[in-house]
């Protein structure tokens, strides 16, 4: 009897002994990393961030258990997906670095994946350290970032052409590399095409606006989402006027040229005839000035055609 009591004693302390482990094992990979969205970010649903690029966003089929997409920002021509199997709670923060102080939104991740497309093969190629993996036909690289996993991977949906999309799906270490190999395989890879999103139409050719106008197409353009997120962040801003030729590509992007506001009637020869013609609303925010938004309006019927950001540097004096 008393053999039999030691016996399971011995049982109990091993078992005992196992579980701490494992827990222990669990404890010691963190189970979020810790990542910032920036304020100029602009979030969106699925649906009007593939009309904001001129391609379909794609996105994993498969994802662990519990875990989908909960939120999706757009900021220029990336692509950002929140993943979680909960809440995502942000805090405004304030970050000094080398390039001075701004305000951000920093959170606890768990998953998440940045897409972009290039028109032409990304330049150098995919040479970054860590472990080779295998994709469907494509390569990729996954670096050990200390708290989480990052899968770089650039899939080309058809090898005869240079356009290739540039993917990152980073991870807590929660997850094993087989779990991000296995969700980035997932990803259906086709070539973007164009989207239903039609631009607005713009003017034909630039006129002399008058100040009421002028002041109009300001109004419009700091209630986008981007620039009401800068001046949450930047506070004090000044604005310039230029004009802006959109025309979409044969990629089903945009392509733009910017001229003089002055140049009303010696319009740049080089801009296409078929090009429509839009009041660029330039925001300089900051004091001094760390942020170039520049928002282009059709005066006549207040449509906003595009949004775009620029980092200003500080030269010291």
Same mark, same amino acid.
């Given at each position: ?14 078992s ?9 094992g669990?404890q010691?990979?963190?189970?979020t990393?810790t ?6 970010v ?9 009309e904001?690029?001129?391609w379909e966003i794609p ?8 875990y989908e997409i ?14 979680s199997?909960?809440l995502?709670?942000k ?12 305000q951000r939104?920093?959170?606890q ?12 093969s ?5 040479k970054?350290p860590g472990?080779?993996?295998?994709i469907g036909e ?11 996993y ?5 899939p ?6 240079p356009?290739q ?9 929660l997850?094993?590399?087989d779990?991000?190999v296995r ?8 070539a973007p095409?164009?989207?239903p ?5 713009? $003017? ?5 606006l008058?100040?009421? %106008?002028? +002041?109009? =197409?300001?109004?419009i353009? &700091? *209630?986008?989402?981007e620039?009401k ?8 801003y ?5 004009w802006?030729?959109i ?10 040229w ?13 801009i ?11 925001i300089?925010?900051g004091e001094?000035e760390r942020?170039l $938004?520049?928002?282009?309006?059709n005066?006549?019927?207040? %449509?906003v +055609?595009? =949004?775009?950001?620029h980092? &200003? *540097?500080i030269?010291?004096?």
């Amino acid at each position: 009897m008393a053999s039999f009591d030691l016996k399971k004693r011995a049982w109990l302390i091993l078992s005992f002994v196992v579980v701490a482990f494992l827990v222990s094992g669990c404890q010691g990979r963190p189970a979020t990393f810790t990542d910032v969205l920036e304020l100029s970010v602009q979030r969106v649903t699925l649906t009007e961030a593939s009309e904001a690029v001129s391609w379909e966003i794609p996105v994993p089929t498969y994802l662990p258990k519990g875990y989908e997409i909960k939120e999706v920002y757009l900021q220029g021509s990336s692509i950002r997906l929140l993943i979680s199997d909960g809440l995502i709670e942000k805090e405004l923060v304030t970050h000094t670095d080398a390039t001075g102080t701004r305000q951000r939104y920093e959170y606890q991740s768990k998953m998440e994946m940045r897409i972009s497309w290039h028109s032409q093969s990304v330049a150098g190629g995919l040479k970054l350290p860590g472990d080779r993996v295998n994709i469907g036909e494509a390569q990729g690289v996954i670096l050990d970032a200390g708290d989480h996993y990052d899968l770089w991977w650039q899939p080309r949906p058809d090898p005869q052409q240079p356009g290739q999309y540039e993917m990152v799906l980073s991870a807590s270490k929660l997850f094993s590399k087989d779990d991000l190999v296995r969700i980035t395989e997932s990803v259906p890879i086709v070539a973007p095409s164009a989207t239903p999103a039609q631009l607005p139409v713009g $003017m034909e050719k630039p006129r002399w606006l008058t100040d009421a %106008e002028k +002041a109009k =197409v300001v109004e419009i353009a &700091l *209630k986008t989402p981007e620039a009401k997120a800068a001046r949450d962040s930047y506070g004090a801003y000044r604005t310039a006027f230029s004009w802006e030729a959109i025309k979409k590509n044969e990629s089903g992007g945009l392509s733009l040229w910017g001229f003089d506001y002055e140049m009303v009637d010696n319009i740049p020869v080089n801009i296409p005839k078929d090009a429509g013609i839009f009041l660029r609303v330039e925001i300089y925010f900051g004091e001094p000035e760390r942020l170039l $938004m520049r928002v282009a309006v059709n005066p006549d019927t207040g %449509e906003v +055609a595009n =949004v775009e950001s620029h980092g &200003l *540097k500080i030269i010291p004096e």
